[in-house]
């Protein structure tokens, strides 16, 4: 069955490792017949949630009118969510972290997203995969808590220069997993 992936990548430089693994992955499942779109939220502009509990209230998803207002229709014909990111202190970078932070207003609102399921594609500069524990493990339990199937996690350890991938088997893998969705 055909799927509409949106792929939610998290960083800032244009064309890095991040870049790369998305594109990989994107490749990957539009040969398996898929819809995948790539959504940069490092070009946008969404602020923290202010937990202000509005959700929905004045017309838009988020009260605080932001870029979230336009993510909102991609996520709600998205059938599966992937995250692809680089690991900031051992977590997500702040501009994916504010964007994942208002999918709240679904919570307060009391409404569902037709979303089944997700992955991780992460890189870092640490060699060591596991310093991708607190990453790994946020992505779990969002995935857990919102009831979507983790569908995979790459870790691609041990990139500095926004080109260091391509001495990896990264982009191979996230392929591979976007033809297996
Ligand atoms: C603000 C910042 C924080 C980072 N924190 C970590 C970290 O905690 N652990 C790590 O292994 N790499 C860290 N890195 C390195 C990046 O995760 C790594 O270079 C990644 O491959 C960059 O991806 P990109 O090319 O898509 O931007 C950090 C980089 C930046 C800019």
């Not at 898929?34 to 998803?61: P, S, V």
């Not at 995250?83 to 679904?106: E, G, R």
Request: proline share 3%; aromatic share 8%.
């Amino acid at each position: 069955m055909s799927k509409n992936i949106l792929v939610l990548t998290g960083s800032p430089r244009k064309g890095g490792n991040t870049d790369k693994l998305a594109d990989a992955f994107i490749a990957g499942a539009r040969q398996a017949g898929h819809t995948a779109e790539k959504y940069t939220t490092a070009d946008k502009k969404i602020k923290g949630c202010i937990d202000c509990k509005n959700c929905f209230q004045k017309g838009t998803a988020c009260s605080v009118s932001d870029d979230f207002n336009e993510l909102v229709p991609l996520l709600e014909q998205a059938d599966m969510v992937v995250f692809a990111t680089p690991m900031y202190w051992f977590s997500f970078p702040a501009q994916l972290k504010a964007a994942i932070d208002k999918f709240y207003s679904y919570l307060i609102s009391k409404r569902t997203l037709k979303i089944k399921e997700c992955a991780l594609l992460v890189s870092g500069g640490v060699n060591d995969e596991t310093k991708f524990e607190g990453i790994v493990k946020s992505y779990k339990l969002i995935a857990e808590f919102l009831n979507w199937k983790d569908s995979g996690i790459i870790i691609v350890p041990g990139l500095h220069d926004k080109d260091d991938i391509l001495k990896t088997d990264g982009l191979k893998r996230a392929e591979a997993l976007g033809g297996e969705i």
